[in-house]
């Protein structure tokens, strides 16, 4: 993929991503999927790495794909394409959002993308699920069910919750001891 289609292809995601990183994951997951960058495995490995390093998810794989796909030159035309058009969209817009950010219609508009981000949220966490935690291939009858789940991504993730729950330390701790974790055991 040259880099002005590879430029393109990210301001596609960008023009037609609400809600942040985490609600991109499933278009840039279709486009990089469907454009041949990566396969699903390696997608969702970008995922996880882009989930553990500093910066917005959303950037962080746009920059890896690009990367993988032109090197430098490509992670950083990938990312400007990811956030060239909410940037002309938000300056074109500001002046009407304050305008009317008080009126029922643009209130109701604002609930009404909540929902939808909400669900763009969900699916990729399921996503990811799939691909870490369950390995539907490996069903083969009802007596072997057991068979088909990670049981040490399981027991990181039961790990990881139970300590983020009873202990309340910043995010990043947990998100590195899970990558920690990953690398040793996974």
Known sequence: MSLIMLFLTFCYVGLFTIGGGMAAIPLI???CVS???TTVTEFYQ???????????IGINIATY?????QGVAGGIVASLGLITPPFIICVLLIKLLDKYSKTPL???????????IIGLICTALLSIAKICLVD???FTTWDQVWNIFNWKA???LVV????????????LLYIGLGAVLGILIL
Do not use: C, D, Q
Request: glycine content about 8%; overall charge positive.
């Open 29 to 31: 997951e279709n486009v």
């Open 35 to 37: 454009n041949g960058l």
């Open 46 to 56: 970008m995922v996880a790495i882009s989930e553990s390093t500093p910066g917005p």
């Open 65 to 69: 794909a690009g990367y993988m796909s």
């Open 106 to 116: 643009v209130k109701a508009m604002f609930v009404g993308l909540r929902a939808v």
């Open 136 to 138: 539907v291939s490996l």
């Open 154 to 156: 399981w027991i990181i």
């Open 160 to 171: 990881i919750a139970f300590l983020y729950f009873k202990f309340k330390k910043h995010p």
